[in-house]
């Protein structure tokens, strides 16, 4: 079995990666996914690409914690983090987050639980190059909201 998170400048194929999830569990009975793309703009800029910084094995890490308590919180079977660094261009994949699960509630919850709590609290730098120039992305107060409604207070300040 393929490990449950991994950062890498390569993109990614969701087909090959969904169907590595469910290989020998004949238990799946539903399978939620998230892509997240880079867009064209971003708070009323154009943007042109974008470049992604982490902190290896920091940020592992904190996603391997973030997928465990999705398993405390939900019954799930079997999930799967991937994440790009490095510069990318719009309309290029940035994350693919895959559950597994008997039944599809518990695989849509636990995704977007995962997706809200990558946003917030996964230790990555985002830059964007716009017509002005490039500019770090702050946290936004949606993403902090979306969070909180798992009941977790957002680390962002």
Known sequence: MAARVSIQAEDFDVAAEIAALRRDDPGVGAVCSFIGTVRDRS???SVSAMELEHYPGMTEKAIEQMIDEAFRRFDIRATRVIHRVGPLKVQ???????????HRGQSFQACEFLMDYLKTQAPF???????????WVDARVADDEALQRWGIASRNG
């Not at 940035?94 to 597994?100: A, C, E, G, P, S």
């Not at 985002?126 to 500019?135: A, I, Q």
């Open 125 to 135: 730098w985002k830059k964007e190059s716009t017509p002005e120039g490039e500019r």
């Open 43 to 45: 708070e009323g800029a």
């Open 92 to 102: 290029d994949q940035i994350v693919l987050v895959v559950v597994t699960s008997a």
